[in-house]
């Protein structure tokens, strides 16, 4: 195992770890998320060495570095902030770290060149950070991390002060840069786009405690908790199996007659997942291979940056749905109207 966390616990008073457990293997992408104060943080800023854990033990490459500084872990940290040094060009920012370890001028130069074609700002080497945008100056913090190369690269929030169209760029760039480079990332994210863009596996916290952990299909899909399912968005409804057609599961959720691939023992009580982003709104029936179809009435609508978030009510069963702000003008979606709800039988998840 390249990265192991052994039940690491630590109290700060506003901000804690407790009994944290986590396996990465190496050349994974690993997202962090969670609620403010849910120990996200604190757990990359220990892993870096920047707090002593009361118990526990962090294990890098089989070597305990529990108690060893910061700068001998073999680990880089980006944070949302740049920290870049407004005195020195971009060149010698990404250097700082590297003449440390490398005396050939020669062999730093062919290093950075490297680096920053791959974050494509290579013609940006001469700049001072001060004339740089947010995103260049970011890619060059980045550039600095990743020209030592670290064994781990540990980020907190690193595209959070962007813009939307700057972090999907940057998503992309990234993505590239760590597979140039082989890294291993342990990535802290308020931003569920993180964690499809670029995460082999995401871990939720809550309260100190990593609460699930698995692929972002696994969580987002199967959520292990209501906790995790409402910090998520899933749609968790408690159905009773009532029978089956053909190849399907047939459930009832209170007046609620649904669909599901999955199967499971008729009469059996259990609980079904539906992503929001699986449910359609339509103004009228439309052509789908979606076996579940209702009408529903519009209760309340949330813009949310780029998307639009419905909360529906179908008989009594409430469901969240999401839509983009286009889609929502479109259809002329507003508390009170009803509208067609459609979604496939393949969405429907039995969790537990």
Known sequence: MFLEIRELS???GEFRLEDVSLDIEKGEYV???????SGKSILL???AGFYKPQKGQIILEGRDITELPPERRGISVVYQDYVLFPHM???????YGLRKRVKDEGKIQEEIQR???VLGIDHLLHRRPTTLSGGEQQRAAIARALVVKPKLLLMDEPFSALDVKTREELRKLVKRAIREYQTTVLHITHDFDDVFSLATRVVVMKDGRAVQTGSPEEVFSR???DFVADFVGTNLLKCRIVGREGDLTVLSAGKLRLYSSDTAGVGEEVVVSIRPENVIVAKEPIESSA???FVGRVLEVIRRGHLVWLRLGLDGVELRAVVTPNSCDLLGIEEGKEFYVLFKASNVKIVG
């Open 10 to 12: 630590i109290d700060l």
């Open 31 to 37: 997202t962090v998320i969670g609620p403010t104060g």
């Open 45 to 47: 800023e220990t892993i």
């Open 89 to 95: 060009s971009v060149y010698d920012n990404i250097a």
């Open 115 to 117: 680096i920053a074609e």
């Open 223 to 225: 959520p292990s908790s």
């Open 291 to 293: 076996r579940n179809v």
